[in-house]
């Protein structure tokens, strides 16, 4: 399992593993975010068995699908409401974490100023710096 830390409260990894929940639980995370379709992929566990693993290991579950249509603007409203009510550091993921930390970049837009959320991805191996002027907007 790869963790990249984005901030004391978001992190983002490549597709975790059902066996991986109680791991990432005694990680200190009490919230996971699966941004991936479900179907995108033969070998990808489901999202119910995601879910019923998360919340078997005692953490709370959010499926935030980001597919081929792209980005939605209720995609990014529900992830910063889900980052915003967690009452603890949330995990997110998806194939490899781009598509997790680009639903993070904009959830956090007019929130954080667009320079330190495209320094929170880099230090966490994501370049978004094709986001600021969506990051200066609001």
């Known amino acids: 399992m790869e963790l ?11 597709q975790i593993s059902p066996d991986d929940m109680p791991a990432i639980k005694a990680a200190g995370f009490t919230t996971v975010i ?3 379709p479900d179907g995108e992929s033969p070998d990808q566990p489901a999202s119910a068995t995601m879910k019923a ?12 699908p980001l597919g081929r249509d792209g980005v939605s603007p209720q995609m990014v409203e529900e992830t910063g409401a889900v980052l915003e009510g967690s009452d ?8 490899s974490g ?5 639903l993070w ?14 320094a929170q991805a880099a230090h966490a ?12 907007q609001k």
């Open 125 to 136: 191996g994501y370049d978004m710096s094709h986001l600021l002027g969506h990051l200066s």
């Open 4 to 14: 990249k830390r984005i901030n004391d409260h978001v992190s983002v990894a490549p």
């Open 34 to 36: 699966n941004n991936r």
């Open 105 to 118: 970049a904009l959830s956090q837009a007019g929130k954080l100023p667009a320079q330190d959320i495209v």
């Open 88 to 95: 603890g550091p949330v995990l997110a993921f998806c194939r």
């Open 98 to 102: 781009t598509r997790s930390t680009t």
């Open 53 to 64: 693993a998360a919340e078997s290991a005692g953490l709370a579950y959010h499926h935030i």
